[in-house]
């Protein structure tokens, strides 16, 4: 390489170094859950791939509830849309919405229902754990099937579990 070059290359690589730090500095963890910068949940994946537990939790979830209509690691099916596609544009609200309430599209050659959640606990109670997973897959940052790696499930996310399978 051409010492003129130099310069710009270190400066290219100062500048995406930067902005992998500050993508870290976004993230808050409280008690092994992540929030972005809206405050709103989202997954942690470490260098050595290891998911945070909520990740894990959701990937668990999502293919115990949600794979036999939207295909196994978010990729859809002939029946339900691909949801590895939908979460690069859906936001929180939206997805707690459509998962709670459910959803139905009648044209006149088929009907497409998504049904509701709202009463169902094994959904209900990780709604947070089945986003986060599949914000990890539509950013494509966790590869197909089961996390290899994961970190031990936290205190609160028992705490929570409890409460909320009880209806405390
Ligand atoms: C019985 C089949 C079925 C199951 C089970 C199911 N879904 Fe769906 N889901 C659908 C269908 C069909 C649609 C598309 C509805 C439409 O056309 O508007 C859909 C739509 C959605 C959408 C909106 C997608 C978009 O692009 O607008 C989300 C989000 C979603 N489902 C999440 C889930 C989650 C999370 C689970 C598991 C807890 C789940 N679904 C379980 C059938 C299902």
Redesign the pocket.
């Known amino acids: 390489m051409s010492a003129k070059f130099l310069p710009i290359v270190l400066m290219t690589l100062a500048m995406s170094f930067g902005a992998a730090a500050y993508a870290q500095e976004d993230k808050q963890e409280v008690d092994g859950k992540y929030f972005d910068k809206e405050e709103e949940p989202t997954y942690n994946v470490k260098e050595d791939g290891t998911v945070d537990w909520y990740t894990y939790s959701g990937f668990r ?2 293919h115990s ?6 295909g196994p690691d978010g990729l859809g099916s002939t ?5 590895a ?3 690069k544009t ?1 936001g929180y609200a ?2 707690i919405g ?2 709670a309430s ?4 009648i044209t006149s050659s088929e009907t ?4 509701a ?1 709202g009463d ?1 606990v ?2 209900y109670c ?2 947070d754990d ?2 986060v997973y ?1 914000k990890a897959r539509a950013d494509e940052a966790i590869p197909r099937g089961r996390p290899k790696k994961r970190d031990k499930k936290p205190e609160q996310a028992t705490t929570y579990e409890n409460e909320c399978r009880e209806g405390t």
């Open positions: 979830r999502y509830e949600c794979h036999v209509c939207h029946y339900a849309p691909a949801l596609e939908t979460m859906m939206d997805f459509v998962v459910g959803k139905e599209r497409s229902k998504m049904p959640f169902n094994n959904v990780y709604m089945i986003y599949l």
